[in-house]
C-alpha cells in the first residue's frame, strides 16, 4: 500500500515537472521568436545549472535539447551550439545509459550545426567520448553511422568515411563509396576505393562489414561487372583474401599476397594493412620493430590504439597501430 502511494506521489511529481518544463519552454520560446536571443540564451543556462544543481538531470537535457533546435531554426549557431555542449554535459553528469533515442538526438543537433565550425568538431569528439560508455572504443557503432550518413549528405566524403569504417554499416559504407568513386576518383581507381576499406575494416577485426562493403560495392559501380572473377586483379585479390580470412590458413595468405604483389604496391599502406591482418586472422607474428619515420609514421599513428587498449593483454603483442584517415 506504502509503495503504490509513493509511486503515486511519484507520478503526479513527474507531471508537475513536466509542466513546469513546458510552461518554462514557451516563454523561451516567445522570446526567442521576438528576437530576444541573448536574454534567452542567458535564460536557458541559468535554468540548466539550476536542474543540475536539484538533480534533475532529464529536464535539464530535455530544455537544452528543444532551445538548441529553436535557436538552430533562428540561425543562431553559437546559441545552439552552447546548449547543445549542455546536453552532454548533462549526459555525462547524469551517467546516463547509451540509448538510440539520445544517439540520435545528438546526430540531429550535429547535423544542424556549421560544418566549418570549431564548435561541432568539439561537440563530436565530446559526443563520442560520452557513446563510447567508458569502454575505451572510439565511439558507439550506431552513432558513427548516424554521423557518417550527415557528412555523406554534405559530401564530406572522407570524414564520411571514417566514420563508416567505426559502424557495422557496411551496405551504407559501399553506397557512399560508390558515389565517392564516381564523383571524385579517377575511373583507374575504382578498384581501389573498395580495397581501403576492406582492408580497414579487417583491421578493425570487423569481418562480416567487410564482406558487406565489398559485395555491394562491387555489384552496384557502374564502372566494374559483374564478378568474381573480376577483371580488376586488385578486386580479385580482396575476394581470395575475404575467403583466406574464413579458413585461417596462413599458407593461402602468404602465397596470396605474394602473387598479387604487383597490384599491392599500388599504395603503400596495403602491405601494413595486411601485415595487420595477418596477426589478427593468420597467426603472423608482429614485426620486431615498430618505429616508422616520415610520411608513414604520421600514417601509423592512431586507427588501432583504442582497439589494443580494449584487448588488454594482447594489446602488447600487436605490431604498430594503423591510421584510417
Known amino acids: 500500500m506504502a509503495a503504490a502511494m509513493a509511486e503515486q506521489e511519484g507520478a503526479r511529481n513527474g507531471a508537475r515537472n513536466r509542466g513546469g518544463v513546458q510552461r518554462v519552454e514557451g516563454k523561451l520560446r516567445a522570446s526567442v521568436e521576438k528576437g530576444d536571443y541573448y536574454e534567452a540564451h542567458q535564460m536557458y543556462r541559468t535554468l540548466f545549472f539550476r536542474y543540475m544543481s536539484q538533480s534533475k538531470h532529464a529536464e535539464a537535457r530535455e530544455l537544452m535539447y528543444s532551445g538548441a533546435l529553436l535557436f538552430f531554426s533562428h540561425g543562431q549557431q553559437n546559441s545552439a551550439a552552447d546548449l547543445s555542449m549542455l546536453v552532454l554535459e548533462s549526459l555525462e553528469k547524469a551517467e546516463v545509459d547509451v540509448a538510440d533515442e539520445l544517439l540520435e538526438n545528438l546526430a540531429k543537433v550535429f547535423s544542424l550545426m556549421d560544418p566549418n565550425s570549431p564548435e561541432r568538431v568539439a561537440f563530436v569528439s565530446r559526443a563520442l567520448k560520452w557513446s563510447s560508455g567508458g569502454s575505451g572504443k572510439l565511439g558507439h557503432p550506431r552513432l558513427h553511422q548516424l554521423l557518417a550518413l550527415t557528412l555523406w549528405k554534405e559530401q564530406n566524403y572522407c570524414e564520411?568515411?571514417?566514420?563508416?569504417?567505426?559502424?557495422?554499416?557496411?551496405?551504407?559504407?559501399?553506397?557512399?563509396?560508390?558515389?565517392?568513386?564516381?564523383?571524385?576518383?579517377?575511373?583507374?581507381?575504382?578498384?581501389?576505393?573498395?580495397?581501403?576499406?576492406?582492408?580497414?575494416?579487417?583491421?578493425?577485426?570487423?569481418?562480416?562489414?567487410?564482406?558487406?562493403?565489398?559485395?555491394?560495392?562491387?555489384?552496384?559501380?557502374?564502372?566494374?561487372?559483374?564478378?568474381?572473377?573480376?577483371?580488376?586483379?586488385?578486386?580479385?585479390?580482396?575476394?581470395?583474401?575475404?575467403?583466406?580470412?574464413?579458413?585461417?590458413?596462413?599458407?593461402?595468405?602468404?602465397?596470396?599476397?605474394e602473387q598479387y604483389q604487383p597490384s599491392l604496391r599500388r599504395d603503400p599502406m596495403y602491405n601494413e594493412y595486411l601485415d595487420r591482418i595477418g596477426q589478427l586472422f593468420f597467426g603472423v607474428p608482429p614485426k620486431q620493430t615498430s618505429s616508422y619515420g616520415g610520411l608513414l609514421g604520421n600514417l601509423l599513428s592512431s586507427l588501432m590504439g583504442s582497439s589494443e587498449q580494449e584487448e588488454g593483454e594482447e594489446s602488447q603483442d600487436d605490431s604498430s597501430p594503423i591510421e584510417l584517415d
Open 160 to 257: 564520411s568515411r571514417y566514420h563508416f569504417l567505426h559502424s557495422t554499416d557496411g551496405e551504407g559504407c559501399a553506397n557512399m563509396l560508390v558515389e565517392y568513386s564516381t564523383a571524385r576518383g579517377f575511373r583507374s581507381e575504382v578498384d581501389m576505393f573498395v580495397a581501403q576499406a576492406v582492408l580497414q575494416f579487417l583491421c578493425l577485426k570487423n569481418k562480416n562489414s567487410a564482406l558487406v562493403v565489398f559485395t555491394t560495392y562491387t555489384q552496384k559501380h557502374p564502372s566494374i561487372e559483374d564478378g568474381p572473377p573480376f577483371v580488376q586483379p586488385l578486386l580479385n585479390f580482396i575476394w581470395f583474401l575475404l575467403l583466406a580470412v574464413d579458413g585461417g590458413k596462413l599458407a593461402v595468405f602468404t602465397v596470396l599476397c
